[in-house]
């Protein structure tokens, strides 16, 4: 089916347990089951990582991988749009269902910068002219 409409995602993990402030729901055998990945139906989990530098290359262009992943890759090129019942489709890693893996997209960032030096006054300007942003799961 073209851009998985109404089919199930590509099933990349084993869904361990949900949980929310009212009950926790876990799915026994995930992870001694005979057929992995099967326990709970097709599951796809992603995520991405980032440093807790704000100056670091990553860290800067984290909404640009959030972006790809989840609009572009995801929803528009897979048209993967559903949630696991009980828990949110988006979210910081605490808040998300228990894995027993999942993939990661790598932000690799090029900027180029034009430096201008003033000898009358001694200042330096750098500028960026360029930047190359490359998305590797």
């Known amino acids: ?26 799915f026994p055998g995930d992870d001694r089951n005979d057929r992995p990945f099967e326990a709970e139906g097709p599951v796809h989990c992603h995520g991405f990582a980032y440093s807790n530098d704000p100056s670091d290359i ?8 959030l972006f790809y ?5 995801h929803l528009y090129k897979r048209g993967y749009v559903r949630n696991v019942p009980g828990s949110p489709m ?14 990661c997209t790598q932000t690799d960032v090029e900027e ?6 003033d000898s ?8 960026l002219i360029d930047v190359l942003v490359d998305f590797n799961a």
Do not use: H
């Open 90 to 103: 988006c979210g910081c890693v605490e808040n998300m269902p228990t894995v027993s893996r999942s993939d």
């Open 58 to 65: 990553e860290t800067r262009y984290r909404w640009n991988n």
């Open 112 to 117: 180029t910068y034009r430096f201008d030096y």
């Open 69 to 73: 992943v989840s609009m572009y890759d």
């Open 1 to 26: 089916d073209k851009n998985c409409v109404a089919a199930d995602p590509a099933d990349n993990t084993d869904l361990c347990s949900v949980s929310s402030r009212d009950y926790t729901v876990i």
């Open 120 to 127: 009358a006054d001694g200042t330096l300007q750098a500028t």
